[in-house]
């Protein structure tokens, strides 16, 4: 079965780079690597995605292994305000694989 | 750009009565659309997908009678739980399919029923 795998938790400081990892082992040639963060109660918002290279927005980048079998989201600074669930989601044509989610803690 | 708008928030209702969820796409087209549920310190989970037009595919366990999808418009999905329990209480979110934005998510709807 496809799984995408993240840990559950995750720390670090305030102002510090903070890097998410992500396993997607049954990841198929075309399948995209997305990210999203959930705060509480909200709907999740969007990251970051990718399909080969290594990409980067405003808010992040994303750095794909060669293989495609793993992915890291990388904050360059985290602020108090990054605190949230960070979910990886495979997209295989729309059969969308979500990991469980990281729990990322900023610490001031 | 590429906005949900999901309403409402939160809604509280008796059980047996029915609660239907709107979600509107405000500045592009949604020709499909995903609802999940969510709860409490969980992923999110697939219920079904909606395309305009048609009916909406179930995933498996999840009872299409109970969870009424309507996709008549290529800017509104709604999602109706129908004689609705205690159980059925969760976070529903909606999502759709962007060109440049990746999936954009609704605000989502935390159902209470009593």
């Known amino acids: 079965d496809a799984k995408t795998t993240q840990p559950n938790s995750m720390e670090s400081n305030e102002e510090e780079p903070v890097h998410l990892p992500c396993n997607h082992s049954?990841?198929?040639?075309?399948?995209?690597i997305h990210w999203y963060r959930q705060l509480p109660s909200q709907g999740p918002e969007y990251v970051i995605h990718?399909?080969?290279?290594?990409v980067n927005n405003r808010m992040a980048s994303l750095a794909i292994a060669e293989d495609r079998k793993s992915s890291t989201l990388i904050l360059h600074r985290a602020t108090l305000r990054d605190a949230a669930v960070y979910y990886c989601m495979m997209d295989s044509n729309y059969q969308l694989i979500w990991g469980a989610g990281t729990k990322l803690i900023i610490k001031p | 750009g590429a906005v949900v708008s999901q309403h409402p928030s939160r809604v509280i209702c008796k059980s047996g009565t029915s609660v239907k969820i709107e979600c509107r796409s405000l500045?592009?087209?949604?020709?499909?659309m995903f609802w999940y549920r969510q709860f409490p310190k969980q992923s999110l989970m697939l219920m079904a997908t909606?395309?305009?037009?048609?009916?909406?595919?179930?995933e498996q366990g999840v009872e299409k009678d109970k969870f009424l999808i309507n996709h008549a418009s290529l800017t509104l999905s709604t999602l109706t739980v129908t004689s609705a329990h205690p159980e059925d209480s969760s976070f529903y979110i909606c999502?759709?399919?962007?060109?440049?934005?990746?999936?954009?998510f609704g605000s989502g709807t935390r159902l209470t029923v009593v």
């Open positions: 909606s395309n305009e037009g048609s009916k909406a595919t179930y």
């Open positions: 990718g399909l080969t290279s290594n």
């Open positions: 999502s759709s399919k962007t060109e440049s934005y990746g999936y954009t």
């Open positions: 500045d592009f087209q949604a020709t499909t």
């Open positions: 049954t990841i198929s040639g075309t399948d995209y």
